[in-house]
């Protein structure tokens, strides 16, 4: 067995424990100790379990104790002080509270993960930029390819848009096994890509190679880096997945160009118009290019979720999401998009059949789990949602996109859980459902600080919105709140868990008919989850009420019919 953690890999086989690579001297005993930690690392280890597992009730000095403990800090680079990896629980014990990695062999690679970097520009220039972080994005999704192997998602390796000077770095950071970097250069209709993969715990190169093609050939770049990577770690390619990608090739140069623009810009709602944009140029160059519908119908859709506006030629979401699948069945992207959007607008079994689908052509693919996961919360099967999430993360740890998970952990009443998933999205996002979580648990000064916190972050977005509600619900000015709230729900977009959530902010300022219209809204058009609303603590004034308990009632029906028939 080998366990990773931070820039160490201790190897319980061959008895060594190695940083940065380099093998580090340790005493048996100091290794024993850590191996045990480890392997406990749940729970508290007092100092008599200790006593009886390391040193088998040999009778020991605490000073001996407390000496190998010490050891044991300096070897992994931690102290008494920092405890980032063995914490003093006092009174209690100790307790391994580093993330740990682990190596079983063949079993290992389903777990071992690649982070491929955005790539430097050798020469920097605002018209070729975006290739940094389009063609990191196109490799990402190719080499999910490959059987046995995760890939980190491009939302996670966007902020390392900037020049890379420590790969071994981020590598530890974003806990892989193998980091792709590198850089490139376009010059004269030519592009040049120099790229190595670096395996992060033994800091070992494991190849590097020039290659360059035209770059009107820009496609077959992707390719080649794929093919290195698979041959360099002697893996196959997962066949259903290989016909998905071998339909979305494109037919037009410029039409890749424009999308590989259009997939580069930031999730931002000027990223978002960017992003359209550039991807209307390329569907109008390229029509049978089933990426671009996909990705254009995501950045229209959450436009429109931001009341932002939406340029009046376009269609709405559906039908490019439908028209990726036409031309290409498989087309995941469009296959994910399109089941979120039905399950938010009151389709959640066609929603449920597509995510099905979706696991019919990869099983492991984390997208398909958690668009499962995200239908169930919906439904109120709060278990299954939660089981879809994790095993999406377990599989690609760290995908902002998962960040929702957060929000299925609130709706089962787990607030530490979700509190635990917040490095997801440490941003509005995150600060917000922490502000959130604070309120509920009428630690009221801390809720304050977080919503000033994402005020400071966007003051006018959503989440920036939302904190004003429950900051004006604390200072008890309804009339305030009343007029920040007005500015979310005056939007013609239909998301039936954004009215669950805007019938509580109503509740939440007594403004009772609003809130009950909201919540029948929610509930007829799909967020039937009966746990998350009969437990909601804003709704407690309403437990009499005969129109609450009819609609909660129907939620309650609506959730039971749902799982009997797919449970």
Not at 382 to 411: C, G, H, Q, W
Not at 423 to 448: C, H, K, N, V, W
Not at 474 to 487: A, H, T
Request: glycine share 4%; hydrophobic share 40%.
């Amino acid at each position: 067995m080998i366990y990773k953690f931070n820039n160490i890999a201790l190897d319980t086989e061959q008895y060594i424990l190695l940083v940065n690579g380099q093998q580090r001297p340790i005493e048996p005993q100091v290794f024993d100790l850590i191996v045990y930690l480890i392997q406990n690392k749940d729970r508290i280890i007092s100092r008599s379990e200790l006593l009886d597992n390391i040193w088998q009730g040999r009778i020991v000095s605490d000073t001996s104790i407390n000496n190998n403990i010490k050891s044991a800090r300096k070897v992994l680079g931690d102290d008494g002080t920092k405890q980032q990896v063995i914490k003093t629980i006092h009174s209690r014990g100790y307790q391994f509270v580093a993330k740990i990695r682990t190596d079983l062999s063949a079993e290992s690679k389903q777990k071992q993960m690649i982070a491929v970097l955005p790539f430097t520009n050798n020469k920097p220039n605002a018209d070729t930029d975006y290739l940094g972080f389009a063609l990191a994005s196109q490799i990402i999704g190719d080499l999910n390819h490959l059987e046995s192997y995760s890939i980190c998602p491009a939302g996670s390796i966007r902020k390392y848009i900037d020049p890379i000077t420590d790969p071994i770095a981020i590598g530890q950071e974003l806990q892989v096994e193998h980091v792709i970097s590198g850089n490139y250069l376009l010059e004269n209709d030519v592009i040049r890509l120099n790229v190595e993969m670096i395996e992060v715990a033994y800091n070992r190169l494991v190849w590097r190679e020039s290659m360059q093609v035209n770059y009107s050939n820009t496609f077959s770049l992707q390719d080649m880096v794929v093919q290195k990577v698979a041959k360099a770690l002697d893996v196959g390619f997962n066949q259903n997945r290989l016909n998905q990608h071998n339909r979305d090739i494109p037919n037009n140069a410029l039409a890749y160009e424009y999308y590989l623009r259009g997939i580069s810009y930031p999730q931002s709602n000027e990223g978002h118009m960017f992003a359209v944009e550039m991807l209307q140029k390329s569907i109008d160059l390229d029509p049978k290019y089933a990426p671009s519908y996909a990705h254009l119908g995501f950045h229209r859709r959450l436009l429109e979720q931001h009341g932002r506006i939406v340029p009046t030629e376009l269609k709405n979401e559906e039908w490019y999401y439908q028209k990726a699948i036409e031309l290409n069945p498989l087309q995941m992207e469009a296959l994910s998009n399109l089941s979120a959007l039905y399950v938010e607008t009151n389709r959640t079994e066609e929603a449920l059949l597509i995510s099905r689908k979706m696991l019919d052509i990869d099983p492991c693919d984390a997208n398909s789990l958690f668009a499962l996961g995200y239908i169930y919360r919906y439904a109120g099967m709060l278990d299954e949602a939660l089981d879809a999430m994790e095993k999406a993360l377990k599989i690609s740890p760290n995908n902002t996109r998962f960040r929702s998970i957060i929000s299925t952990y609130v709706s089962a009443g787990r607030y530490n859980d979700a509190l635990a998933k917040v490095y997801l999205d440490p941003g509005d996002y995150g600060t917000g459902y922490s502000g959130m979580i604070a309120f509920e648990q009428e630690q009221y000064d801390l809720a304050r600080e977080r919503f000033n916190q994402v005020i400071e972050i966007d003051q006018n977005g959503i989440w920036g919105l939302i904190a004003q509600v429950y900051l004006a619900v604390m200072d008890n000015e309804k009339e305030r709140g009343l007029l920040v709230l007005s500015q979310m729900v005056d939007t013609d977009v239909i998301d039936a868990e954004n009215m669950y959530y805007f019938a509580r902010f109503f509740a939440l300022l007594k403004e009772t008919k609003s809130s009950l219209d909201m919540l029948k809204m929610a509930v007829d058009t799909g967020y039937f989850n009966y746990p998350h609303i009969s437990r909601t603590s804003a709704f407690n004034y309403l437990q009499d009420d005969d129109r609450y308990k009819s609609i909660l009632q129907k939620a309650k029906q609506r959730h039971d019919a749902f799982k009997r028939k797919f449970l």
